[in-house]
């Protein structure tokens, strides 16, 4: 199967870091994209990992263990605009399956 | 080109009525995708195109659902005899051979 799981929801503090992780079916894996994704709106790419590590992005990095079938975003000086719908979308067999998305919401 | 196109944005319809969307993907994009997303889900996959050829179909895709891309370049899809069931977010998506989506803004269609 291509299970992919993800904490339904999380809370953080604005200016403050947030891990999401998530964990997916190894057999058949071609990349691991995380996107994000505001109420009503449609999802946005945030990040692709094809290797093993961490890949950087300003504010936001992602991370992956291949053999571990795992990964995370790391979201870094939070913002209240960071409230949203995180999600873990796994590559393979020449579409992404996605997870059920982690809402994540940033408090002052 | 200014991303993935989608219409109608929003569509409300009676049940037992047949509906079309359309999504024009970025041009240059040979792949386009059909998902669909309901209230605290993620996008489940329903069909995708590599140019003008279907190639996978999710079981999620009943035979009242239909979908096409006649030139390689935009698409539809189209529900018969709508359910209320069938009430969701339809994403449109479209990538290279290799690499990442680009979604449109989706049809949100509500069935009463």
């Known amino acids: 199967g291509q299970n992919i799981d993800q904490p339904t929801e999380m809370t953080a503090t604005e200016g403050a870091i947030v891990q999401i992780n998530c964990t997916y079916q190894t057999s058949g894996f071609n990349g691991l994209f995380w996107y994000q994704q505001h109420a009503g709106e449609a999802p946005t790419f945030l990040s692709y990992?094809?290797?093993?590590g961490l890949e950087e992005k300003g504010r936001f990095s992602s991370f992956l263990s291949r053999s571990k079938g795992y990964s995370y975003l790391l979201l870094k000086e939070l913002q209240m605009k960071d409230s949203a719908s995180y999600l873990c979308a796994r590559g393979g067999g020449n579409k992404l399956t996605f997870g059920t998305g982690t809402q994540l919401k940033v408090e002052l | 080109d200014t991303g993935v196109s989608q219409n109608p944005r929003h569509k409300i319809t009676k049940r037992g009525q047949n509906v079309t969307f359309r999504c024009d993907p970025i041009?240059?994009?040979?792949?386009l995708y059909w998902y669909r997303q309901t209230l605290g889900q993620g996008p489940e996959f329903l069909t995708y195109f590599q140019n003008e050829a279907q190639l996978e179909k999710s079981r999620l895709l009943s035979d009242r659902f239909s979908a096409e891309r006649p030139k390689g370049s935009f698409s539809t899809l189209e529900i018969q005899r709508t359910e209320q069931g069938d009430s969701a977010m339809y994403l449109c998506a479209s990538s290279p051979i290799e690499g990442g989506y680009t979604f449109g803004s989706g049809t949100r269609l509500t069935v009463v």
């Open positions: 990992n094809v290797l093993d």
């Open positions: 041009s240059e994009h040979n792949r």
